[in-house]
């Protein structure tokens, strides 16, 4: 963990060294005891582990809110709820795991016993997203990540303290620093390997013949996590594992309850100065003393929270912000969950930054000298984060399709023929051109509408339309409200409509629809074939004389459309969020001919404009997160910094469920306003905690002190020793 500028001590709790230990060390000379302590190889075992464990849970999260609204159908609210309750759960159950570490199982049977429960977890998750087991998917995918949040949680509390749990301390103090900053490294490179990597599984693998491949993206997370259990049990002829010792947070919570209970029973006379002091008649003073200092730490905690309600929407309401953006970068196309890969690289990049530059700097001009200034800092970056996220949103509202609405229908008239035809649609008279459409988004309507029609057909003679079609007609067609209705031109005239769909796809992809019509001359079916790099990648059945086909996504590029093996259009480029329908006139196949008309126009803004509102936020967690960690280990008594650890782990949990609450109220219909709210709660949030930071007074440690009564080393800064801790908010 990064040390505060303004802290020049830290205390290190150490267990007393036995001698039949430090004689089974090979490396251990009695010259010179303390320099000569081999690095335990086991360590290593539990590196590779956790990178193991860290790609499986980031590669599963970084396809999640996609997985839950493109396949699994959810609405965006139900996707982002679901996300956040997973990760809310996920930040619980270190609750749970580090009870059973520490009073029943043991910290390497935990992580044995709950690992294989997140093994299976992928695996149930792995199995919702494969078509041929027939499962029912919502349930087992539920059902997964239900399990995986019981596994990655039980096992947080628990690898890196089984880790230090090898160190002979304080004689092996710099191989312990050595180990969390390799540690730290693991977490960080599987985090960043696998929300590039599964994106990729996801979109350029087709499987089941599908376009996308969620089964592979879930089951490779799920091997590596197979692979995490392996390695973990290879080392355990290395390990040195250690017995329940009690567990403090269970403790506590005793202690509290009898003091309550103390508190209640008593009579007049009996007052006390606090009321936890009324369970002194069964615990230390010291121990309640320790517990009255935890308070006034977590009291700090209550506002903390709201940070991790913004900070965790990268995974949920910033992904679905970027399906409806360009991802193409010359030939690269990035996807929307990969720009998740932003903030681990920029965490990698920018520690080293803050640590020898940017600290430095502040600190000579007295800026941000103490914790809580830096986390205030960091929460009011995440709050600006949010308003850059807003602003984007208004920006990127404005490329939205029109969508049927409340008291309005659309109705469009494709024309199939290779001629053009002079029509009247209610009041508007154009001349729809070869294989062209007319629309109209704003036909009023309640309920049901008609709009009379004439179409004159004289210049589609040499098509052989029929004689009844070579003058002028005239009908009527209908439209929905609320609906977007399609009719379209035929040989046999305007006789076929169909209810269209013009909303961008979940996934970002494009759509596409063809409009055939195929003379029974060239056979009863042909296939329309979408052709890149002579890969077919869609096949479009159409059949004689006419028929509207599905609405499929594919990849966006460039295409050769063919039908069967004939060309009939080239270079037909389809880009992220657009909607298109191919007409076609096949009447033989010497002059058939097609042409793609654009019905939802392709996403326009960059993707890259995401950029800002990631770098801002990434420095903000920078400041706030490290920093948080550092506050919760310093000021917390050195009987309650377990305590303290889980306390931090559960603010990212109520920030979560604060995500749930505000998307399941839904207080705005737009993702502007419901930033702007987000962005205004953690100003104001920031003001309480900058109130409450003020009146807050740090726990000191004496300068001069070299061993506390308790034994507990303090550690000098100036002499070149640091506290060894690190980084875990969510693995990073």
């Known amino acids: 963990m990064r040390r505060n500028s303004s802290t020049s001590r830290s ?26 302590l081999r690095y335990p190889r086991s360590v290593f075992f539990i590196i590779l582990n956790e990178f193991c464990e860290r790609f499986s849970y980031y590669g599963i999260r ?32 270190p609750l749970i795991g580090a009870m059973l570490a520490d009073s029943l199982l043991g910290k390497f049977r935990t992580i044995f016993y709950v690992s294989i429960i997140y093994a299976i977890g992928q695996l149930v998750l792995t199995g919702s997203a494969a078509p041929p087991l027939n499962l029912p998917d919502r349930t087992f995918a539920l059902l997964g990540l239900l399990l995986i949040a019981i596994g990655t949680g039980g096992i947080k509390p628990c690898v890196a303290a089984f880790g230090g749990d090898q160190f002979l301390l304080p ?58 259990i392996v390695i973990f049990i290879l080392g355990k002829p290395m390990y040195k594992i250690k017995s ?67 900070f965790d929407q990268q995974g949920s309401r910033w ?90 229908a659309q109705v469009r008239v494709f024309n199939t023929l290779n001629c053009p035809i002079t029509m009247t649609v209610g009041d508007d008279s154009f001349v729809l051109e070869n294989m062209e459409v007319w629309e109209n988004k704003y036909v009023e309507a309640n309920g049901n509408v008609s709009l009379a029609y004439t179409a004159n057909f004289a210049s589609c003679s040499s098509l052989g339309v029929t004689d009844t079609l070579n003058g002028a007609v005239s009908g009527t067609i209908y439209g929905t409200e609320a609906t977007a209705t399609s009719w379209v031109v035929t040989k046999d005239g305007i006789s076929n409509s169909y209810v269209d769909s013009v909303s961008k796809t979940t996934s970002g992809d494009p759509a596409v629809r063809a409009l055939v019509y195929l003379n029974s001359s060239v056979g009863d079916t042909a296939n329309l074939n979408f052709i890149e790099n002579s890969k077919t990648v869609l096949s479009l059945e159409v059949i004689s004389p006419f028929n509207v086909t599905d609405l499929t996504e594919l990849d966006p590029g460039t295409y050769d459309i063919y039908l069967d093996e004939t060309l ?54 920078v400041m706030f997160s490290i920093t948080g960690l550092e506050f919760a280990f310093t000021q917390a008594p050195v009987s309650m910094k377990a305590l303290l650890q889980a306390c931090w782990l559960l603010t990212v949990a109520f920030g979560n469920l604060i995500v749930v609450i505000v998307a399941e109220v839904a207080f705005f219909d737009s993702q502007a306003s419901e930033f702007f709210l987000f962005a205004g709660l953690m100003f104001v949030d920031m003001l309480i905690f900058g109130i409450l930071a ?36 969510g693995g990073k």
């Open 319 to 408: 992904t679905i912000q970027a399906t409806r953006m360009d991802g193409q970068i010359g030939s690269f196309l990035l996807k929307p969950d990969q720009m998740q890969v932003v903030n681990p690289l920029l965490i990698i990049i920018l520690i080293p930054i803050f640590e020898t530059a940017i600290y430095p700097c502040l600190n000579k001009l007295r800026l941000l000298r103490t914790p809580l200034q830096k986390l205030t800092t960091g929460g009011l970056l995440a709050g600006i984060a949010f308003i850059i996220s807003a602003i984007v949103e208004l920006q990127l509202e404005s490329t939205y399709p029109v969508l049927p609405s409340s008291g309005l």
């Open 62 to 93: 970084t396809i999640l809110v996609l997985y839950l609204r493109n396949k699994l159908y959810y609405s965006d609210d139900t996707s982002t709820v679901i996300y956040h309750v997973f990760s809310m759960l996920a930040y619980f159950f």
């Open 171 to 228: 004689q092996q103090e710099k191989y312990l620093i050595t180990f969390f900053s390799l540690f730290y490294f693991s977490i960080n490179t599987g985090s960043l390997i696998s929300t590039f990597l599964t994106p990729i599984l996801r979109e350029d693998v087709s499987c089941f013949g599908e376009n996308t491949c969620y089964s592979l993206a879930f089951f490779v997370p799920a091997i590596l996590m197979i692979l995490s």
């Open 568 to 621: 009939v259009e080239s270079s037909v480029v389809l880009k992220l969020g657009g909607v298109y329908t191919v007409t076609a006139y096949v009447n033989d196949l010497s002059s058939a001919t097609a042409n793609t008309i654009t019905i939802t126009e392709p996403n326009s803004m960059h993707m890259l404009w995401l950029l800002p509102q990631y770098i801002v936020i990434t420095v903000g967690e």
């Open 244 to 310: 329940p010792q009690g567990n403090v947070v269970l403790e506590v919570g005793k202690c509290i309850c009898h003091g309550i209970g103390n508190k209640w029973r008593s009579k007049k006379g009996e007052e006390r100065e606090y009321w936890l002091d009324y369970a002194d008649d069964k615990y230390d003073p010291k121990f309640i003393s320790d517990i009255r200092s935890a308070f006034q730490v977590i009291k700090m905690f209550l506002p903390l929270p709201f940070f991790w309600a913004l």
């Open 694 to 729: 003020w009146f807050y007074k740090y726990v000191e440690i004496a300068e001069d002190e070299d061993e506390l009564p308790n034994g507990d080393i303090v550690l000098n800064e100036k002499s070149g020793t640091t506290n060894p801790s690190f980084k875990d908010d």
């Open 11 to 36: 205390v290190v709790s150490y267990q007393e060294i036995p001698l039949k230990e430090i004689k089974d060390n090979a490396d251990f000379t009695t010259k010179n005891p303390l320099t000569k």
